[in-house]
């Protein structure tokens, strides 16, 4: 079946540690998004890549970094610089083209020692 | 920029209710639009989707229609279950296909 994975479901990291969550789709999107969530609220956009080799920051970079050297891989690194990691990680594809709906895997959930 | 509204909530109704969640969008040219639902714990799921005006989306029995005059696309099912309960999303997605925009989600429990 295709579909987005995302590991690990939940995470947690020590102060100043570098973590990297990972995104894996066999859907052939060509575009992947990352967005963070808190409790009770919507979604923030941190990143997102068109193409393979090139993303664009979204709303929130800040302490986060990204790279897409595969199609089928887009992990996220929350960095020592994001002071309030502890979210709710959520990451989807789409085709990349009009009229076609993101689709989402099941998210991570990443917490503070 | 895009912008998505939705009604805010927690919305509670009894089993059998009939359910509306109101959602206006403000965009440039002709968006496509989506609801998502989200159970707790997990990722979004595509409920339904319209992409020009007057196009109705259904799935489940959710309804949404995609009105133009009134940037709206309101979701609708005439009689909920237990097992609807869960956040909904109204998205919307630009005219080039680049960018989606997410309204801030209204939370739906349904009681037995």
């Known amino acids: 079946d295709g579909g987005i994975t995302q590991s690990p479901k939940y995470l947690f990291r020590k102060e100043g540690q570098n973590v990297t969550l990972s995104c894996e789709q066999n859907l052939n999107h060509d575009a992947m998004y990352w967005y963070r969530q808190d409790p009770g609220q919507g979604l923030r956009l941190i990143y997102y890549s068109q193409i393979v080799n090139d993303f664009q920051k979204g709303d929130i970079a800040e302490g986060y970094s990204v790279s897409r050297e595969k199609k089928e891989s887009f992990p996220l690194t929350v960095t020592s610089a994001q002071k309030n990691p502890t979210a709710f990680y959520l990451c989807a594809s789409s085709i990349g083209d009009t009229n076609q709906p993101q689709h989402f895997g099941d998210g991570t959930r990443l917490s503070i020692l | 920029g895009d912008s998505v509204t939705q009604m805010e909530g927690p919305v509670t109704l009894s089993e059998e209710a009939c359910l509306t969640i109101?959602?206006?969008?403000?965009?440039?040219?002709?968006?496509?639009l989506f609801w998502y639902v989200q159970y707790p714990g997990e990722g979004l799921q595509l409920l339904l989707k319209a992409t020009k005006a007057d196009d109705k989306g259904s799935n489940k029995g959710f309804e949404a229609t995609y009105r133009k005059e009134t940037t709206s696309f309101h979701l609708e099912k005439g009689s909920v279950q237990v097992s609807d309960s869960a956040v909904y999303f109204c998205?919307?997605?630009?005219?080039?296909?680049?960018?989606?925009?997410f309204g801030p989600g209204t939370r739906l429990s349904v009681l037995p």
């Open positions: 998205a919307l997605q630009d005219n080039y296909g680049q960018n989606f925009v």
């Open positions: 109101n959602c206006t969008y403000t965009a440039t040219g002709y968006p496509s």
